[in-house]
């Protein structure tokens, strides 16, 4: 049997999508036809990748958004529904991490990762949930009952790694979090899940896979490779789809093995 995922008419936010993971979320998105929604406060990059989606045939729309600003995300998420339409998938991508011996995290660095990982990431998904809710209730107009919400955690939220303590409890924070919304918002057709990724080469981590470190810690995973952000889209594309009606509240490991 072969299956076929076509989001034609759907809107998707994803947040954090001026580089990495979100930026090749938003073009796998929009490659299937979802309307998509690139929201990060760097307006210049999210332009850049606007141009490059419509140069694909994609549908591609630009939001300025700060997730650890309350008054950003509802401006955002209302701008959204009046200019794009109603929110039917977000991809909750934003996330922020630091190197440190946890004898050395100061109150900036822990506050600097929960107001984005977890306070950020929260209060995106309630918004847009409240709405998803709305609608599912007939209290709000939309072309489609439901949703779909993922969130993406990592890895370090399910297994502890060295100097990143902080950004690990954030993570495993995300994964709990995902679970209590799919308990609560699952009967109404929204289903929360949480996509775990484990080391992926990006712009931003790409020359250290370079160095001596970077090396060590290849050799050190299961298969002796990282991940391409490409490798996540098949889970993306089934998460966010009609496809995945009876996964709600799942927590999956994208990793190579590296957790187990």
Same mark, same amino acid.
């Given at each position: 049997?072969?299956?076929?995922?076509?989001?034609?008419?759907? +809107? /998707?936010?994803?947040? %954090?999508?001026?580089?990495?993971?979100? #930026? =090749?979320? &938003?073009?796998?998105?929009?490659?299937? $036809?979802?309307?998509?929604?690139?929201?990060?406060?760097?307006?210049?990059?999210?332009?850049?990748?606007?141009?490059?989606?419509?140069?694909?045939?994609?549908?591609?729309?630009?939001?300025?958004?700060?997730?650890?600003?309350?008054?950003?995300?509802?401006?955002?998420?209302?701008?959204?529904?009046?200019?794009?339409?109603?929110?039917?998938?977000?991809?909750?991508?934003?996330?922020?991490?630091?190197?440190?011996?946890?004898?050395?995290?100061?109150?900036?660095?822990?506050?600097?990762?929960?107001?984005?990982?977890?306070?950020?990431?929260?209060? +995106? /998904?309630?918004?847009? %949930?409240?709405?998803?809710?709305?609608? #599912? =209730?007939? &209290?709000?107009?939309?072309?489609?009952? $439901?949703?779909?919400?993922?969130?993406?955690?990592?890895?370090?939220?399910?297994?502890?790694?060295?100097?990143?303590?902080?950004?690990?409890?954030?993570?495993?924070?995300?994964?709990?979090?995902?679970?209590?919304?799919?308990?609560?918002?699952?009967?109404?057709?929204?289903?929360?899940?949480?996509?775990?990724?484990?080391?992926?080469?990006?712009?931003?981590?790409?020359?250290?896979?370079?160095?001596?470190?970077?090396?060590?810690?290849?050799?050190?995973?299961?298969?002796?490779?990282?991940?391409?952000?490409?490798?996540?889209?098949?889970?993306?594309?089934?998460?966010?789809?009609?496809?995945?009606?009876?996964?709600?509240?799942?927590?999956?490991?994208?990793?190579?093995?590296?957790?187990?």
């Amino acid at each position: 049997m072969a299956y076929s995922i076509d989001l034609s008419g759907r +809107v /998707a936010l994803i947040t %954090g999508a001026s580089g990495g993971l979100g #930026a =090749q979320f &938003a073009r796998t998105l929009a490659s299937a $036809g979802a309307a998509v929604v690139l929201a990060s406060r760097r307006l210049e990059r999210l332009k850049e990748l606007r141009a490059k989606i419509e140069a694909e045939g994609g549908d591609a729309h630009v939001i300025e958004l700060d997730v650890t600003d309350q008054d950003s995300i509802r401006s955002a998420v209302a701008h959204v529904e009046t200019e794009v339409g109603s929110i039917d998938i977000l991809v909750n991508n934003s996330g922020v991490s630091t190197t440190q011996r946890l004898v050395d995290v100061r109150q900036d660095d822990f506050d600097f990762m929960f107001d984005t990982n977890v306070k950020g990431a929260f209060f +995106v /998904a309630q918004e847009v %949930g409240k709405r998803m809710l709305a609608r #599912a =209730q007939g &209290a709000a107009p939309g072309s489609f009952t $439901g949703g779909r919400i993922v969130n993406v955690a990592s890895t370090a939220g399910l297994k502890v790694l060295p100097k990143i303590g902080v950004y690990c409890m954030s993570k495993a924070a995300v994964i709990q979090m995902t679970k209590a919304m799919a308990v609560e918002w699952g009967r109404f057709d929204i289903n929360v899940n949480a996509i775990c990724p484990g080391y992926i080469d990006t712009e931003i981590n790409h020359a250290h896979w370079q160095t001596e470190a970077g090396q060590k810690l290849i050799q050190m995973l299961p298969r002796k490779r990282i991940g391409k952000p490409q490798d996540l889209d098949a889970l993306l594309m089934m998460l966010c789809s009609d496809q995945s009606h009876f996964i709600n509240g799942a927590v999956i490991s994208a990793d190579d093995g590296f957790a187990v």
